[in-house]
């Protein structure tokens, strides 16, 4: 690749959050830059937001469509586009631009549904494009690592695996004291799907066990709790798991843990060793093994596996965080992208980002906490 | 009180851990004595341990209903014995002093099983003895200020409850490598009741949660797991909690999950603030408010409310443990028998150990696991 | 500003490790874009790099001396130079480039001495230039939060301070069985200047403090040790200090603190609380007062002040680290610059970026440190 | 031994921590018996807190002089004295016991000054009694770790020490405002000696860096400071130091670090690896090597040294503390005592409990640090 990949984005205009995040994580590395977007439903607001990004009028878009078909015809089109509209429209838009034949990296959650999810991922292999779906906690370093111990076989055969994500942000909702920090239509189930708490963010844990560990989840219990009154869908989620091969677990979710911030922890136990890994510290790895000293491995040596170190921008101890992590999903898909506009080969052992398949197992993940649920915790299989 | 406490021990001789263990906390403050025992099932094996302690002779018994006998008719007689034979002993060993009129300090779990609790909750109800049983964790200072602060409502209305209690000792066992660190008694039905983890160590998260919150579990689901090949009885045990008022939760307890040493932790989410407490680090309390930085309470400091206070030794930062702990047991049971001896009345607000009433609670918790497990993890009431 | 900052790089072509943290943290927020460069003293290296980088051949130079001139005289040259070269190459480029009124944003330390220092300063002054100096660690958002507690008072009055900066990278060498990770340049007085373990990290430390105290050293007791055979310069440095006020502290680096990795950290101590930050956990601030509960604020709450939160991208506990301070650093120098091409007056309380002037208290710091050591750690004032 | 030891105490009436400190100390094993005590200067005290440990009355002195004559004379008389009165009257209690023969335990600081320390030293030596001074930090098992790691080379060659004691108890004096934490005996030179701050917690520093590394100091360079107005000595302490063989270090005590409790650390660093104790966390060891993940040793643990485990009495994270460690300098006193009054030999290796020698270094510390302080932190010898 002898230039820079062009970059799209629909939604992400002025005060979006995500797409600021995904930007960043874009632009890190000096390999992609942004030439084009809808930023808003609003074609003014898109206006805006594209003189905020320096971008050339004639490529700021009022609608997703016109812009996928503009930029599908030019010579100079965009490479890739980045989706980060509210959860109801990833599917639309993803579609619109599969159909298009342009590779997408789109925010998570997939869909809305498991049903919208294989029909994306129907569209995907037919059409041979790249589809990266930003579980961006698998892009920190240490996650990779402790992928790679379990590969490995670092910790024996794995017996239990714990994840929670507890946050607190929506906690004053609950007496009505609060600002209604969960936003209408994340409590909207025509927006947010049928769940809110652990569609948003228990299918990160559930994606981060499944990455680090690679076992399926066979079937779950969940008690999903709508703490804030006069919300349909979930604040609060806990599920007892039962993986293959006879592994248990338990993962759990919340957005009403008061004063948790974004506690995101995976502990992981084999009959060798466990580890343990916690987000708001992501550049350690704890690692357990019975009657030794408890090891602590810690980004950017030269002891861990290659994984960690092509991931890592920094020596040790000069702290990666969040936006790191967030575009090593980014540079992973660009390489698979440069890769095909080059005729490259894939590299030995294929790309390392989330993809349309993680997609479907979150839809199926969340479908079956959902039913569970609503079944008084029953235990149910996960779609496959 | 103008002399020391005439104490009296069963079980607990030479190589005894948790007889080690309750001695030291007898002795630590200087009001108790340990005067005499029956140390051993072999009357040999219970002279030596008598040498050991420096007893008189004719103080140590081949047997503990001679024990009870004896010290019942002496004048001189102690004032109370410390139960720390085997799980499956503790009924006939506590029914004995109860019924000789002796005030009992019983090592957890009560009995073997919710029957055999509720007898000996009859026999101190009618007898008029103290009897206290060392659930110790409640016994740190920390853990009492976290009581404090749900009683005085600074976390508002509790939501949610997270306790867990991971150890890993037993892992090696998994695959047959191990040193069989679960004692064969501990896997043997006749000897640890219906469960061996659930009960060993759950029954600490469950009286812990318990204590700080005073909140009563309504049912439960759980799905306790036998990794160790050959053993009837579970080594780990997961469980969604139903509590009263429509808090929810989750209490687990393990022993397979590996390089855990002692690991017991609580969080208790409430609307104003939540709390955190780790039996690895008790001297500190982590406080969590949304929207303002986070608080560390440290033992030692005259912030802290009475009962945390009045249970310190050293100032802030000399770190008391585990055996502090266990001695304010001692020293509140205590309190209560010198009191009782010299006609006092009990203070305003009672004494603040463990008693019979909570251990017949643990063992209505642990049958409620085992049914729910059996069960296929349906959810079960606990037993009042 | 309608358009992006236009950068040229001299030095931190292929495989520097500076130049490319200079590169990413330029790039971060998309309001930079490199343009031109003389990556290396060989033009070939130079041209290679320039097509890492995906510039305009035109705009990849063979020598600073050439870049400065021609880009100087284009209607669209940079707007800025970044200078990522070998620490005693600093004085002569930013001389270059300031001569050529071209704004110039300096890797730290300024220069091999503070004579040097004092000639950039004036330059600078003369030139109507912008001036940044990336010592980056005053990036940080809660180190900007420390400055602000300090400067509103609520330490109250200052009494002491202790900063240390240990690394471990070089131990190996001690014994002759390492790899030489102190490179030959560092070692040597022609390129690294009269100190290289104060010249290279002790300066950090030293910065640091002034930033968020904005005390002055008055005069100090070093004692500089080679523990490294055959090595002319300090890979240790120990120094006790005296402050403007009768503050007292303590400040030390260290290259030879075998396993700690960049482990900058600073207590500040005042009569009414004190503040403790550590650079390996940068996201937390910890705030101690007499006789209350500890705080910890953490970086992307509301409850911070203004600079810590205009210093942050992403949402609270979203960790971020080395790379987001260090565009911090770029990010107010690009607003300084933007202002000054758009005509703006700078904002109230003026940019927050280290400058030039920092640059020659870093030089005064070392000379002293150096001075002192020669003569036995005598106490030694600083240049002003 | 078939019975306990018998104990005196001189001073640690009613109210006094440190004696009560010392009691469960010596109470905590089941080894060791208070039965005599001169608790107070004021005779109608001392009989209140005889009565208070439910002492025989004839047994409660009203001077130390008259306990030392009739215990020495009583066929069961007391087996050695714990002395725990102000430092200024160490030297005359201790002085007074081991001319009548009996063996003492004594708190630090040994005496007010070097000269008597030696007067001590001789006493002991020429009177064959056991004498040990309660340094009780070099009690904690991990300390004793970190000891048998240097003495074993397994950090190799030691190139620099940092030890460091904050505590900020009396910071509220600085203004006037506080409560005057800082006894007016701590204050008078009369009382406490030429130090307040480094005779009372820099002496535990120095010896902690002593009993570990077992390196002599050749010199140091120190600045006291008395922030306090109207106190004569120091609150403040900050020591270059160099150890023999060109170790390099630093040392520093302080009362005005505001919130801190009592955060003695060190760390001592070596050619092979590195390792870090901080007394509030004491069950944890931290071990670093360069290029290796870092590890934690962890008290209660079969993989550690002989002396950390037979120091232990709980197993692993079963917290032990303050009091614990404590205890473990008594039992090293007792072994000797018991040894010597049962005709024993010593144990191979010795008994690892501090001596007068230790205090005598301790005194030579001390003066070192105010003659330097005095003459403006030049460098000053240690007495030998």
């Not at 020596?315 to 992590?325: D, K, L, R, S």
């Amino acid at each position: 690749m002898n230039r820079k990949l062009r970059m799209g984005m629909v939604g992400g205009g002025r005060g979006a959050f995500i797409g600021q995040i995904h930007r960043m994580a874009a632009n890190l590395d000096g390999k992609i830059e942004l030439i084009a977007g809808a930023f808003s439903s609003s074609p003014e607001k898109s206006k805006l937001s594209g003189e905020d990004f320096f971008l050339d009028p004639s490529r700021v878009y009022g609608s997703y469509q016109e812009m996928a078909t503009v930029e599908a015809a030019r010579e100079d089109g965009i490479d890739f586009v980045s989706i980060v509209v509210q959860n109801h429209l990833h599917f639309d838009v993803a579609k619109t631009f599969l159909e298009a034949g342009i590779n997408v990296i789109c925010d998570k959650p997939l869909a809305l549904n498991i049903e919208q999810g294989k029909e994306l991922q129907e569209l995907v292999k037919k059409g041979d494009v790249i589809f990266a779906l930003t579980h961006n906690y698998t892009g920190y370093p240490m996650v990779k690592e402790a992928k790679r111990m379990v590969a490995d076989g670092e910790l024996g055969r794995i017996l239990k695996i714990v994840a929670e994500y507890p946050q607190g942000y929506a906690v004053g909702d609950v007496e009505g004291e609060g600002t209604s920090k969960i936003a209408n239509w994340r409590a909207d189930p025509k927006i947010a799907g049928s769940s809110n708490c652990i569609g948003d963010i228990g299918t990160h844990a559930h994606n981060l066990v499944k990455y680090i560990t690679d076992l399926e989840i066979e079937e779950l219990a969940a008690e999903l709790t709508a703490f804030i009154p006069g919300r349909e869908l979930d604040d609060d989620g806990n599920c007892l798991v039962r993986f293959e091969g006879g592994v248990k677990g338990i993962i759990y979710a919340s957005q009403i843990s008061n004063g948790d911030e974004n506690n995101l922890n995976i502990r992981v136990y084999g009959t060798k060793a466990s580890l343990e890994w916690h987000q708001e510290e992501p550049n350690d790895l704890l690692v357990k093994f019975a009657n030794a000293p408890r090891e602590t491995y810690r980004r950017g040596n030269d002891y861990l596996g290659a994984a960690a170190q092509a991931n890592s921008r920094t020596p040790f101890a000069h702290p990666e965080g969040f936006i790191e992590a967030f575009a090593n999903v980014y540079l992973a898909a660009a390489a698979a992208i440069s890769d095909k506009i080059d005729g490259n080969e894939p590299p030995e052992g294929g790309y390392d980002y989330p993809t349309v398949d993680d997609g479907v197992a979150g839809m199926a993940f969340i479908k079956a906490c959902v039913d569970s649920s609503k079944n008084n915790a029953a235990w149910t299989k996960l779609e496959q």
